[in-house]
């Protein structure tokens, strides 16, 4: 499971998965708030795992009734979605604020 990179608290595995399904939204470590963000490599991998086999199974079975495509489908979604907070590596958010406030 992923870590803080600041405090090396692991994260919990439904913070992943919130994160996955709210578009990828940042995570803060519950010790020391530190904000992490998934890594585009990650967001590819994502995607990828998510529609390969979605558009796989649409194309193999596009001669069946819709209900009896759905169900492959919706389980391969599942499967998936749920190991990928396993698989989805986060990255430290640096700060952008600029403290100087444009002034150089």
């Known amino acids: ?3 803080c990179e600041n405090c090396k ?6 913070q992943l998965y919130q ?5 990828f939204r940042p995570v803060s470590c ?6 992490h963000k998934v890594a585009s490599a990650s967001r590819l ?5 998510l529609l390969v086999p979605v ?3 649409t194309i193999y079975m ?5 209900g009896r495509v759905m169900l492959p489908i919706v389980a391969v979604i599942a499967l ?3 190991g990928l907070p396993f698989l989805l590596k986060y990255e430290k958010v640096e700060s952008s604020i600029d403290t100087n406030y444009g002034n150089r």
Do not use: D, H, P
Request: glycine content about 2%.
């Open 1 to 3: 499971m992923q870590r």
């Open 9 to 14: 608290q692991a994260f919990k595995w439904n």
């Open 19 to 23: 994160s996955l399904w709210l578009a």
């Open 30 to 35: 519950r010790k020391c708030g530190t904000v």
């Open 45 to 49: 991998l994502a995607v990828l795992l």
């Open 55 to 57: 558009i796989y199974i």
């Open 62 to 66: 596009q001669n069946l009734e819709l």
């Open 80 to 82: 998936v979605s749920t």
